[in-house]
């Protein structure tokens, strides 16, 4: 039951990218600073910060981010709690925070998400990263990230006839995105021969299929409706908010062509809402590889199983068409900062709602919809947002 | 009296033809070809070692006698490429063939011929009553220097066997057993070192052959049998051509022997190759038919079986993996680079 | 730490022969074992099962971009297997000359998984060869 309804009143990120003159702190305080300036809030207002991060353990060899970001943003003495949930640790953040304010137990909180990855080799990053499958079973092997979406993608194409070409356009619209966002580590365009020229990572995932190795940061700020005009003119309300898991390994999943944590999370954030996905306007999805996307297309039911790598294919998500998917670039075009992904897409869409995103502006965008995913499905959580009237 | 009941094989799937070695060392195939009589010889996989061998022709073994892996009281593998120089190889065969924990369990070194020690081991334990079953190994990832005439031959295999004396489950009889040993340096491996060294031509007449027809000649007197009274010959086999003169000079006969000599399409198996070549006899072998084992290590010894199949080989050939269906259906040739990798040498040389 | 002695050691059974387990309340099997049924939960009641080893390739990749740990393994074939008892399991599939593809019929082999440098430990375990 909720006992109040909860707003995001300030929103900020830092550029992702490589950012090599910007440590773990550097990146929270950028990011921090710009959401609080954004709610027009000081400092010492914050009554409880959760703080996300994947690995920074094994990314910067430091714990204990949650309160170490809330010292680096100067929110003296305030409870801090870190929370982990692989690359969907910011989604499940921004969850915790809803509850938080939804619940009356605090009125003014923050979800921050960080991940500071280019301080270690790339074979380092993706070991980290492996950690989010089933250690023993999975990563032992020498199973990779795009080694499990690569197993799905394999069998979505034996199933429904999806196509390399198909998965390579899901690539090549989120650049196109990206290529308009400030923030985005890519802002340049590529091509569908680019994509499927690249260098083969896991077939048939080619290194233009993946998100790539990010530093970042985005932080948001919760407060209740009834407070939200006080920080800001437009705030954007939680409308939904759910989450579901599943298996840690792949394999021992029920299917490998959906990921059904999502599929879960989706039904029960529309059934939050009271809306169902065609009354969704702008959405940002976890495309941490092509296929990934395909599936949330599917999963989250804006299309049939195995319907949408050609709807995708033919233009119907990209800025402006029949649906406006991963407006920021997404995961591929924008950056992962595993970390900081859940809270960056619910950015996007604050500004999108806002009718702030500028250039990637989706025309009349009314109800906006986040999907972050932790793992290869393990861990789903769907937020939908409107602007308050 | 104790005997086989049963047995398995496992040769690598990969190939390196005496061509592509040649090629490297601006050698002349023919004459190689010729003078060592092998044309390829087999090579483990990246990921495959004395070990995994061990475990694959232990596994068929047990497979092919019908007993459970947990009957046996005993295992021994003989190798002179154990993974590791501390830490048994045995253990890693028990667990693989989930054999329990009642059982004893040591490895054995004896350069070529330190699987059929492990089989004289084991037939004295099963003769004493000490154990109902014990297994045996021989299995090798041998190495030969690049550019040593070891290189062509030096190849990886293994034959597992298990030795019992209950009359419903032997297959073949073990007649009698003789060894001949002498303390000689014709080949020896350094702790430590990569390779092995060898005294070259020094191998041959006062080691191989000296040994090997010492070995049989006692083996024929102590049981009174001619080599015409066996139906097959298998000996220690370096090469293709040092059995095939061993056995001349004994009185066998090259039909005799051309069953059991695989070291032509599989190289020199070195602790498996005496019992790969008993595998492959056993495989074709009649009830009733006798087999005359000789095997070789260097160092040096030899040990000598004489062996009579019985009428229950056909019955349990169910089970069996026929040695030379494994070596002909699965075969993949590699060039020497990718041999090279697959050895983990291009660090080293 | 991903790997060391004891972590090696306590799934040996598992890893060397494909020891799992089944759940007697609901009949479910699983490789890898679980120490708690899916379906059952609370009323599960865990048994020891052996697989056999054969069963089918039901997705299949190729990792061409290792973590550290398989950098001079690359490439390797990764497939989801569908044991003939029923469970899927992950696994390396090894390269016989018969082409991986959904549908290939594959037999359990053992194989060396990952070696520790030169003075580490070998870690053994399952790998499935295309018949």
């Known amino acids: ?125 993706s070991t980290a990263l492996g950690g989010a499958g089933d250690q023993e079973w999975e990563l032992f092997q020498g199973i990779t990230f795009p080694g499990l979406y690569a197993l799905m993608a394999k069998r979505h194409m034996y199933e429904y006839g999806t196509t390399e070409e198909q998965m390579a356009s899901v690539s090549v619209k989120n650049h196109d995105n990206a290529s308009k966002n400030q923030y985005a580590q890519f802002r340049r365009a590529i091509t569908i021969d680019d994509v499927m020229r690249s260098k083969m990572v896991s077939d048939p995932l080619k290194l233009l299929d ?42 021992e999943r029920d299917s490998l062509t959906e990921i059904k944590a999502t599929k879960i999370a989706a039904q029960n954030a529309y059934k939050q809402a009271k809306l169902e996905a065609k009354d969704i306007d702008v959405v940002e999805v976890h495309d941490c590889f092509s296929i990934a996307e395909i599936l949330a297309m599917e999963d989250l039911g804006f299309y049939k199983k195995g319907k949408a790598a050609k709807a995708i294919a033919d233009g119907e998500t990209t800025l402006n068409s029949k649906l ?58 769907v937020h939908i947002y409107k602007r308050a009237d | 009296m104790a005997g086989i ?73 003989g190798s002179e490429s154990h993974p590791y120089a501390v830490k048994p190889t045995a253990t890693i065969v028990s667990a693989g063939i989930d054999a329990g924990n009642r059982l004893m369990a040591a490895d054995l070194e004896f350069a ?92 041959g007449e006062p080691g191989y052959f000296r040994h090997i027809t010492n070995a049989t000649k006692m083996l024929l007197e102590e049981t009174g049998f001619k080599p015409s009274d066996f139906d097959y010959a298998v000996f220690h086999q370096p090469n293709g051509k040092f059995p095939t003169m061993a056995a001349a000079q004994l009185g066998f006969t090259t039909k005799q022997i051309e069953n059991g000599l695989l070291t032509p399409i599989i190289g020199n198996t070195y602790s498996g190759a005496s019992m790969v070549g008993l595998a492959a006899t056993l495989d074709i072998a009649k009830p009733g038919q006798k087999i005359m084992v000789t095997s070789f290590g260097s160092g040096a010894g030899s040990d000598s079986f004489a062996i009579e199949v019985t009428d229950n080989i056909d019955a349990k050939r169910k089970n069996l993996t026929k040695i030379m269906e494994m070596i002909n259906s699965r075969k993949v040739y590699i060039d020497y680079s990718t041999y090279l990798k697959n050895r983990g040498s291009i660090k080293k040389v | 730490m991903e790997r060391s002695s004891s972590s090696l050691w306590r799934k040996i059974r598992s890893r060397y022969d494909l020891v799992g387990n089944e759940c007697k309340n609901c009949g479910s099997s699983y490789f890898p074992p679980r120490v708690v049924c899916r379906k059952c939960g609370r009323k599960s009641k865990m048994v020891e099962k052996k697989f056999a080893g054969d069963g089918e390739i039901y997705s299949i990749t190729r990792i061409r971009v290792p973590p550290d740990t398989f950098k001079d393994e690359a490439p390797y074939f990764i497939g989801v297997i569908k044991l003939k008892e029923g469970p899927m399991v992950e696994g390396h599939v090894l390269e016989n000359g018969i082409e991986p593809k959904i549908g290939t019929k594959v037999r359990v082999r053992f194989r060396k998984m990952y070696v520790e440098g030169d003075e580490g430990l070998i870690y053994y375990q399952y790998k499935f060869e295309p018949v």
């Not at chain 1, 990637?360 to 393990?378: D, F, I, L, P, Y």
């Not at chain 2, 995994?52 to 593998?77: C, P, Y």
């Not at chain 2, 040993?181 to 070192?193: H, I, L, M, Q, V």
């Open chain 2, 5 to 77: 009941v049963g047995y398995g094989a496992y040769v690598p799937i990969y190939r390196i033809k005496v061509e592509d070695i040649a090629k490297v060392w601006g050698e002349d195939a023919e004459s190689i070809k010729k003078g060592l009589g092998i044309r390829e010889k087999s090579v483990p996989g990246k990921d495959e070692d004395a070990a995994t061998i061990a475990v694959e022709a232990a596994r068929n073994a047990i497979r092919h006698s019908g007993i459970k892996a947990t009957e046996l009281g005993a295992i021994f593998t």
């Open chain 1, 324 to 381: 406006s998917v991963n407006t920021s670039g997404g995961l591929k075009g924008c950056g992962h900062p595993v970390g900081a992904t859940g809270i960056k897409q619910a950015a996007e869409v604050v500004w999108q709602l806002r009718g702030d995103a500028k250039e990637r502006q989706v025309k009349g965008a009314e109800v906006g919809m986040t999907h972050n995913v932790g793992g290869s499905g393990a861990t789903a959580v």
């Open chain 1, 1 to 125: 039951m909720i006992m109040r309804d909860v707003a995001i009143v300030g929103v900020g990120m830092s550029k992702f990218g490589e950012r090599w003159s910007s440590g773990l702190k550097d990146l929270m305080a950028e990011a921090g600073i710009a959401a609080l300036e954004d709610a027009n809030i000081s400092s010492r207002e914050i009554e409880m910060l959760y703080g996300s991060t994947m690995a920074s353990g094994r990314f910067a060899g430091q714990e204990h981010t949650a309160a170490l970001m809330a010292d680096q943003l100067g929110f003296q003495n305030i409870p801090a709690v870190r929370l982990e949930n692989a690359c969907a640790s910011g989604g499940s953040a921004l969850r915790q925070g809803y509850i938080a304010v939804a619940s009356g137990i605090h009125d003014i909180v923050v979800v921050g998400g960080v991940e500071k990855m280019t301080d270690v080799t790339s074979a380092e990053a």
């Open chain 2, 112 to 203: 070529c011929k330190a699987g059929t020690a492990g089989m004289q081991m084991v037939i004295g334990f099963v003769e004493s009553g000490m154990i109902k079953y014990g297994m045996a190994i021989g299995s090798d990832t041998s190495q030969g220097r690049p550019g040593d005439a070891l290189e062509y031959t030096a190849s990886a295999g293994g034959a597992a066997f298990i030795i019992g004396k209950e009359k419903k489950q032997v297959i073949a009889e073990i007649l009698k057993t003789v060894s001949f040993t002498s303390d000689t340096p014709d080949f020896w491996r350094r702790e430590g070192a990569g390779f092995p060294s060898h005294g070259g031509r020094f191998t």
């Open chain 1, 210 to 251: 993946c998100s790539p190795i990010s530093d970042g940061a985005a932080v948001a700020v919760l407060v209740p409706l009834e407070k939200a005009r006080k920080y800001n003119d437009t705030p954007i309300k939680i409308i939904a908010s759910a989450q579901a898991s599943d298996t840690l390994r792949l394999a």
